[in-house]
């Protein structure tokens, strides 16, 4: 089942004011589908109050769409045989419901692992691993245009494999023999220059 499969799957299941638009992304240790609402959304005096009025309308509309998500989660992770998180975005606020928290191995040398221990002392997070996470989150919030830019392009990539579809060979390429001749004529052009 390819992403827009799975983007299908989830607008054929849902209100479709609820997905009109859906964001997929497939993890070798899950997906994560991100509903995108067609909600009109209140204008509120400052970014603070609209930011806070986004986030209000995305916990409304997890709750209430709790169950209708589950079970579509459940029919995926039976095809996909990977778990399903949800997310929502709503205006300029985006929040992830249940995704994995899985471990990664990392070697840090004496000043990344200062960092870290400078952020627990001053009590901005409580063990080197929630430090890292939270320096992760900063560094993803400081460079968001330039990771989108990377994925963006990566995206172009995974395309471009795609449309490649290799074949088997029956033997060995047939490879012609470098003329001596040629690369004489080459080096004189070279020296002419």
């Given at each position: 089942m390819q992403v827009e499969d799975i983007k299908a799957t989830v607008q054929s299941r849902l209100p479709a004011t609820l997905a009109s638009k859906v964001y997929v992304a497939v993890y070798p240790d899950e997906v994560v589908i991100v509903l995108h609402p067609d909600i009109e959304l209140p204008q509120a005096d400052t970014p603070d109050?609209?930011?806070?009025?986004?986030q209000a309308l995305i916990a409304q509309q997890r709750e209430a769409t709790r169950t209708q998500r589950i079970k579509v989660a459940k029919e995926l992770q039976r095809i996909l045989k990977l778990p399903i998180a949800w997310g929502m975005r709503i205006g300029e606020s985006e929040m992830l419901f249940t995704t994995r928290s899985a471990p990664?191995?990392?070697r840090l040398g004496r000043v990344e692992r200062d960092v870290l221990d400078?952020?627990?002392?001053?009590?901005?997070?409580?063990?080197?691993?929630?430090?890292?996470?939270y320096t992760v989150r900063a560094f993803a919030l400081e460079h968001?245009?330039?990771?989108?830019e990377v994925r963006e392009a990566l995206e172009q990539v995974r395309q471009v494999r795609a449309r490649l579809k290799p074949s088997r060979r029956s033997g060995a390429p047939v490879i012609t023999p470098f003329n001596n001749s040629d690369a004489?004529?080459?080096d004189a052009q070279e020296e002419g220059e």
């Open positions: 109050q609209q930011r806070r009025s986004e990664v191995m990392t400078t952020l627990v002392a001053a009590g901005v997070a409580e063990t080197r691993s929630s430090a890292l996470a968001g245009e330039w990771l989108a004489a004529d080459t």
